[in-house]
T-cell receptor
């Protein structure tokens, strides 16, 4: 089975500072990777996804992620944090389990934005 | 286009009871997946339905079951509830196209189940 590891269950940044949320994947085949965000009392919302078309993927709300095969990483970044970015972020990998598609999530990173 | 809807949003049950949760996918989506989210275990995959057939199943006991109707709406049922079943249950829909590894799953707001 494939998996993703999110380093840092909690990350705090000041408003206006760089946001960096880390995700490393474990995969023996080219992975399909996703970043989702979850606001309190809500479901998950897709930020961006890597489908092998381009290594730098731009998403919504100013977020982007770079796929680095040599580092098996897919870290999420945003140049300038906003208070509204405070939420929990999940990295996920999509792969075939038998003949069915499986989406496996990381443990999540809670982002706090300090004024 | 309306998003994924889940009913009810909140539910309180006691141990030993059973519960049914409902999910209405985005129009045109044929795949519905269910996840359990808890602080300790995170997001765990329960099962996926596509065209009324269970296509994939996670590692949960048989007390957890589901079904999908011809209009793609899905229900999940948990029988003989245990305290540990308290969780946020999320439903996600997608097009479900064959080999859809890059298919985006769209999530509903979840049903918060509390077992007393």
């Amino acid at each position: 089975a494939q998996s993703v590891t999110q380093l840092g269950s909690h990350v705090s940044v000041s408003e206006g500072a760089l946001v960096l949320l880390r995700c490393n994947y474990s995969s023996s085949v080219p992975p399909y990777l996703f970043w989702y965000v979850q606001y309190p009392n809500q479901g998950l919302q897709l930020l961006l996804k890597y489908t092998s078309a381009a290594t730098l993927v731009k998403g919504i709300n100013g977020f982007e992620a770079e796929f680095k095969k040599s580092e098996t990483s897919f870290h999420l970044t945003k140049p300038s944090a906003h208070m509204s970015d405070a939420a929990e972020y999940f990295c996920a990998v999509s792969y075939l389990s038998g003949s069915a598609r499986q989406l496996t999530f990381g443990s999540g990173t809670q982002l706090t934005v300090l004024p | 286009k309306a998003g994924v809807t889940q009913t009810p949003r909140y539910l309180i049950k006691t141990r030993g009871q059973q519960v049914t949760l409902s999910c209405s996918p985005i129009s045109g989506h044929r795949s519905v997946s269910w996840y359990q989210q808890t602080p300790g275990q995170g997001l765990q995959f329960l099962f996926e339905y596509f065209s009324e057939t269970q296509r994939n199943k996670g590692n949960f006991p048989g007390r957890f079951s589901g079904r999908q109707f011809s209009n793609s709406r899905s229900e999940m049922n948990v029988s003989t509830l245990e305290l540990g079943d308290s969780a946020l249950y999320l439903c996600a829909s997608s097009l479900g196209t064959s080999g859809g590894l890059t298919d985006t799953q769209y999530f509903g707001p979840g049903t918060r189940l509390t077992v007393l």
